[in-house]
């Protein structure tokens, strides 16, 4: 018995609730109290009130044990060990006595049964007594005595109180449901589909019954589905059903016949978890008739039917009516073959049956009540005798109750199975099947090369509108950006240094002073772009030329610009301290000049509300954060009013205000070494003396690394139970970050988290290491590995693959915003397996998306477009990239992607030195290199004859080199030997 679940605060509400409910006559009339009673073992085999009821209160299987309530005492009687479990109850604060009654065996509870009896008073109200098991003498000895006192049912009154369910009620019905869902999906399936492939007899309904339900109480699926296999069962044995003999109640049995490998087999199964319940009922048709399908259609149709009906404030009498009438109206063949009821309430009880949905009941479905639907057509009469039946648990909420066991497919196509007589006939519709697939992907690709071109009519005109509003804006009078100043008084220039004609490095005033014809000439170190040394003899130093790494003002399009200059000495030692002191220098001042962008990028923050009202805090705690001045440091992350603070233990403080976020993702912990919540920000906020937009909270799961050379004498048994400690700390740290993620979403309108999609995920690169990338409902994320990889698809505008051909394992993408200021952004490296999935992930975005074998230098395209938007359009825009365009076009064109647009060879091909300094000459080199040799496949590629007889004569050559050295060898191992004699 595990304690986890039990909740000493909501039971002691529960139990307040009960005392209400018998003060205010729920149970009847001068009702005095209310009675419970379960014996040894009825919380595990059996379904009545009284087990049902003690673990409503405290969600745990307590056996032998009495419960009184009258309204204003409360009193339990049970051995030690229970009591000092349920002792941690209080009912402070409430005009409630509670008390506790220890079983006393010598005198067999006489004075205990005094107690409990003078709070039971003249006329208590009984649960029902119906139980599977055998009743204990300490229960039946008190049953004597409150029997023979004037009593009532309260199965009615109690009915309503544990059939509403809460979060952590649900929760657990939720689980119940999916372990059904897949007993019934992943373990009747399979089983059905093996006995029908199997040449053997088929066996018995009851042989199946038993072997489907040791695989369900093995514990199989609840692992799968990372629960605890030890609070999983199967509420009662699985039913199989099949040839002409049925029925679709509860309590029918499976029988000894044989299964029928034709016609209609049923299958239903409930699953409990924690107690609470969830059924699933089937129907499967094996070579269906029309009839069969039809009738199955209309079963489907009468369930939609009645899912809408069944809403809170709904009576169930009317609810079964109003679906009996859709039937008589649409199918009236079909009425005489409903059911008596639709199904019942369920909860801790498999079947409520107070809460029955047939005509004439009175009572009222609730928000979160839970239902078994039990639908179907009883002996249906054609060319046979059948049923057909659809079950499943429903959740009552808003205008549609909610299946909870979906995830078990109900559709006739997934429902029926068809066999071809003859072997023959299958194997001649092989090729017509691989034929209809082959359509229907052709067909999808044609669907899909449609809607890109949809897109790309729709870029086109936002582009024209975009240039003709870049036109009406040149009007504007220009932004001028201050040169940067070296000296600003002719005294602060280092004369003395500069005569002795070297290269100098005057870091105080960022400055570069270099010989030119004799002249020492100052560059400021932001005109410089990169300085090399060819040559141990030579330095070259780049400088940033308008039009190259930046872009040129127009009041300055007809000056003349210096590019490179390259000094040669032959004091090696000087030059290679210039370089030196050069590169670090540009390195400093380019990071204080980031410092100071990030600096300027930041803006005054509202000042958070915290929340003091009194309310439950919504709160995680022992998480770690990323960036943080201080590693390894956890904290807690607590929602206010107005944003978000995170403290930890070092008295480090961040706050997050809401209308700052941009972007919120929780990622689970299933498949990841973490468990965390990232917040991409619209603004940088400050965390220690550094500004980021990306902020992590998390709680690492397991170990990280294993130390290979530590010994380890951990039993298999140890292990297995070191696994079961991680899964349960997985579910329990999932629970917590979806609880606190609920309670943000519930209270901030503005917030919502976004949760990765991994069946879509993919490997790439988009920094510098290869990563897990994973799309969410508005962006491509990479979170677990540092800095953290979010990219905005709203922001854009389409995408390019590069390095797309049949000889590449790997292919690239480009990423074109909207803003075409903004950089492009790539990830590289993706394996060519994903391609296919992202294209149809891209045109269900709505987002273009082009492709082609070779990269381009989309520093220059952009540089391009940039400075005339207008020419861009009237040359066709980004219709260069279009594969139409080469196949369409003259063999002029086809020598070149962008001679649409004008681009030159040398603007497409000069990376190294036309490159803007964001991006390192490292890549760049390795971009050139990939070109190359992509190039010299293409150029140097011979037939397979050729390849042959070159083949054929290497052999030939091989074979006479061989043999010479043979030769040559031959003497000296004779002489050898002769020495050795």
């Not at 049970?78 to 409430?94: E, F, P, Q, Y």
């Not at 956890?634 to 603070?645: D, M, V």
């Not at 209308?659 to 299933?670: D, E, M, T």
Request: charged share 30%.
């Amino acid at each position: 018995m595990s304690l986890e679940s039990f909740n000493p605060v909501k039971a002691a509400e529960k139990l307040f609730a009960l005392t209400q409910a018998v003060a205010s006559g729920a149970f009847g009339e001068d009702v005095t109290s209310l009675v419970c009673t379960v014996s040894r073992n009825e919380p595990t085999e059996g379904y009545g009130k009284n087990s049902a009821l003690i673990r409503w209160i405290t969600c745990l299987p307590l056996g032998d044990i009495i419960l009184v309530v009258s309204p204003n005492a409360v009193l339990f009687c049970c051995n030690d060990k229970k009591v000092g479990v349920l002792k941690v109850i209080s009912m402070s604060g409430r005009d409630v006595v509670l008390k506790f009654l220890v079983r006393n065996k010598q005198d067999n509870d006489a004075a205990n049964y005094k107690e409990l009896l003078k709070v039971t008073g003249a006329k208590p109200a009984l649960l029902s007594a119906k139980r599977s098991v055998q009743t204990t003498p300490f229960i039946s000895l008190f049953m004597e005595q409150v029997l023979a006192l004037e009593h009532v049912s309260g199965d009615e009154g109690i009915s309503p109180l544990i059939t509403v369910q809460d979060a952590d009620e649900l929760e657990n019905t939720r689980r119940a449901a999916k372990l059904a869902a897949a007993a019934m999906h992943r373990g009747w399936r399979k089983k059905l589909v093996s006995i029908l492939e199997s040449e053997d007899p088929a066996p018995r309904h009851s042989e199946v019954t038993a072997g489907l339900e040791a695989l369900i109480e093995s514990g199989k699926f609840a692992r799968k589905l990372s629960l605890d296999p030890m609070s999983a069962m199967t509420c009662y044995p699985p039913v199989v059903q099949s040839g002409e003999t049925f029925s679709l109640n509860l309590s029918t049995q499976s029988n000894d016949d044989r299964i029928q490998t034709t016609g209609v087999v049923l299958c239903q199964l409930a699953m409990k978890f924690e107690g609470w319940c969830a059924l699933v009922g089937r129907t499967i048709v094996i070579d269906p008739t029309a009839d069969h399908e039809r009738e199955y259609k209309i079963l489907l149709e009468l369930q939609a039917v009645l899912l809408g009906k069944l809403t809170p404030g709904a009576v169930l009498g009317e609810v079964y009516d109003a679906c009996k009438d859709w039937v008589s109206q649409n199918h009236p063949a079909l009425v005489a073959a409903l059911p008596s009821h639709f199904g019942y309430a369920t909860g801790l009880e498999v079947r409520n049956s107070l809460f029955r949905i047939q005509s004439g009941s009175t009572k009222v479905a609730e928000a979160n009540m839970v239902f078994n639907i039990i639908l179907g057509f009883h002996n249906i009469e054609h060319a046979s005798r059948y049923s057909l039946l659809l079950a499943d648990t429903v959740l009552v909420e808003g205008a549609k109750a909610q299946v909870l066991t979906a995830d078990c497919s109900a559709t006739w196509e997934t429902q029926h199975f068809e066999f071809e007589p003859e072997a023959e006939a299958a194997e001649a519709a092989q090729p017509v099947r691989q034929r209809e697939a082959l359509l229907n992907d052709l067909a999808r690709e044609r669907r899909r090369t449609d809607h890109q071109r949809e897109l790309a009519a729709r870029l086109q005109e936002k582009i024209q509108r975009k240039a003709n509003a870049a036109t009406a804006d040149d009007d504007d009078e220009e932004e001028s950006k201050p040169n940067p100043v070296s000296y600003k008084r002719p005294e602060q220039f280092p004369r003395e240094t500069a005569r002795k004609q070297r290269i100098f490095v005057d870091a105080k005033h960022d400055t570069v002073i270099l010989p030119i014809f004799g002249i020492a000439t100052p560059f400021h170190i932001s005109t410089i772009k990169s300085v090399t040394q060819t040559d141990e003899h030579y330095i070259r130093i780049n400088f940033n030329t308008p039009g190259v790494s930046v872009a040129v003002p127009r009041s300055r399009q007809n000056m003349i610009y210096l590019r490179e200059l390259v000094f040669r000495s032959d004091a090696l030692a000087s030059l290679k301290s210039a370089h030196s002191i050069i590169s670090s220098t540009l390195t400093k001042y380019r990071q204080m000049e980031r410092e100071r962008l990030a600096a300027e990028a930041l803006i005054e923050q509202d000042d958070l509300v915290l929340r003091n009202d009194g309310s439950q805090r919504i709160l995680l705690r022992d998480l770690l954060m990323r960036p943080s001045t201080y590693k390894k440091v956890s904290g807690t992350l607590e929602a206010h009013l107005n944003g978000f603070r995170y403290h930890n233990r070092r008295n480090e403080v961040v706050d997050i205000l809401y209308n700052n976020v941009r972007f919120s993702f929780f990622q689970p912990c299933k498949g990841e070494t973490m468990i965390l919540l990232h917040f991409t920000l619209k603004n940088p906020i400050l965390i220690g003396k550094k500004a980021y937009k990306d902020v992590s909270f998390f709680t690492e799961i397991g170990e990280v690394t294993t130390d290979l050379n530590q010994r380890r004498h951990r039993s298999e048994r140890d292990e297995l139970m070191q696994e079961q400690l991680e899964r349960k700390q997985r579910q329990k740290l999932t629970k917590s970050f979806k609880a606190f993620f609920k309670a943000v979403e519930a209270n901030v309108q503005s917030i919502k988290f976004e949760i990765p999609y991994r069946h879509l995920a993919f490997q790439g690169v988009p920094g510098k290491s290869r990563v897990l990338i994973q799309p969410t409902d508005n962006c491509l994320v990479s979170l677990t590995e540092q800095p953290a990889f979010v990219l905005p698809m709203r922001d854009v505008e389409r995408v390019h693959f590069e390095r797309v051909g049949m000889r590449n394992r790997e292919f690239d993408m480009v990423f074109v915003f909207s803003d075409y200021s903004k950089k492009v952004a790539s990830i590289s490296a993706i394996p060519s397996q994903k391609l296919d999935s992202l294209k149809n992930w891209l045109d269900a975005c709505n987002i273009k998306f082009t492709e082609a074998p070779q990269p381009l230098n989309w520093n220059t395209i952009m540089k391009r477009i940039n400075s005339n938007l207008q020419a861009f359009v009237e040359e066709g825009g980004w219709s260069f990239l279009e594969p139409e365009d080469l196949e369409d076009g003259s063999e002029d064109d086809e020598e070149s992607d962008e001679s649409s647009v004008h681009f030159s060879e040398s603007e497409l091909e000069d990376d190294a030195s036309t490159t803007d300094s964001d991006y390192s000459d490292e890549v760049m080199d390795e971009e050139s290199s990939e070109e190359a040799d992509l190039g010299s496949d293409e150029e140097e590629g011979l037939e397979w004859d050729e390849l042959e007889m070159q083949a054929a004569k290497k052999d030939r050559e091989s074979a006479k080199r061989s043999a010479q050295d043979a030769a040559e060898e031959a003497p000296k191992r004779s002489k050898g030997r002769s020495k050795r004699r």
